[in-house]
């Protein structure tokens, strides 16, 4: 399938510090597959600071929501997308990130081509953002994240167990016969990857295109990223698995 139209979805609460960042790199990505139509959706869940407006400023539409709860945030983001894409038919492309994420140039590009090649799921990696956690923190993240990565031959072909909402495509057929997101304050991307995959999808998983994401200790989902660097900091502290981590959620 070589879709007809992409629908960039991202969820955010309270990101005014990181959202424009965000959206400014998603435009750069849209405009490189170019003339394929882009749409932007901002879910801006439970938001009390500006990041709704800045959302509007960086050409995103926005969606209100007051779930507190990211799978339900996505799923009305993706419900915006699909409706603002309705003229565009069944071929449309769901791609998404997070609002403390940067996404690359080739991006979408990337997702489009696994697409093409037959794929309805793309799994992409991440990379931890400049942080002022310090090297040693960022070195043991990575050491665990990169674990199970294997060389073959002269190249590197990293199939990863991880999966990342912030760098996650999906095709809106694919997406809408498993159900879409389901309303989990946290997995809600792990939940999909199941399903698209114990329903026969064919599922990319790639390191080429990974999405830089904060390193924040604070985070807006429980038991998400945020946990696991605080868990491989202070391992007295809980939270974070880094086992959980590299199982792909």
Do not use: K
Request: hydrophobic share 45%; glycine share 8%.
């Amino acid at each position: 399938m070589t879709p007809a139209a992409v629908a960039v979805v991202v969820p955010a609460h309270d990101e005014e510090r990181r959202v424009q960042a965000c959206l400014r790199s998603v435009r750069a990505a849209a405009a490189f597959v170019a003339p394929v139509p882009v749409v932007i959706v901002v879910a801006a869940d439970a938001c009390t600071d500006a990041t709704a407006a800045l959302a509007v400023h960086g050409g995103a539409s926005v969606v209100p929501t007051w779930h507190r709860n990211v799978g339900a945030a996505r799923a009305a983001g993706v419900n915006h997308a699909l409706m603002l894409l309705a003229d565009a038919g069944p071929d449309v492309w769901l791609a998404m990130t997070d609002a403390d994420s940067t996404v690359p140039t080739t991006w979408i590009a990337h997702q489009l081509a696994w697409a093409h090649r037959g794929y309805d799921a793309v799994l992409g990696t991440i990379r931890l953002a400049s942080t002022t956690l310090g090297a040693l923190h960022v070195a043991r993240h990575d050491a665990d994240y990169f674990r199970t990565r294997r060389v073959t031959g002269t190249r590197s072909r990293w199939e990863h167990p991880h999966v990342h909402g912030a760098n996650l495509g999906v095709s809106a057929a694919a997406y809408l016969r498993v159900g879409g997101f389901a309303p989990l304050p946290t997995g809600e991307d792990h939940d999909l990857a199941v399903r698209l995959s114990t329903t026969g999808h064919r599922i990319a998983r790639t390191d080429r295109h990974p999405v830089h994401t904060a390193s924040r200790l604070r985070g807006r989902a429980p038991g998400g990223l945020a946990d696991l660097l605080t868990a491989l900091r202070d391992p007295a502290a809980g939270g974070g698995d880094p086992a959980r981590h590299r199982a792909g959620v």
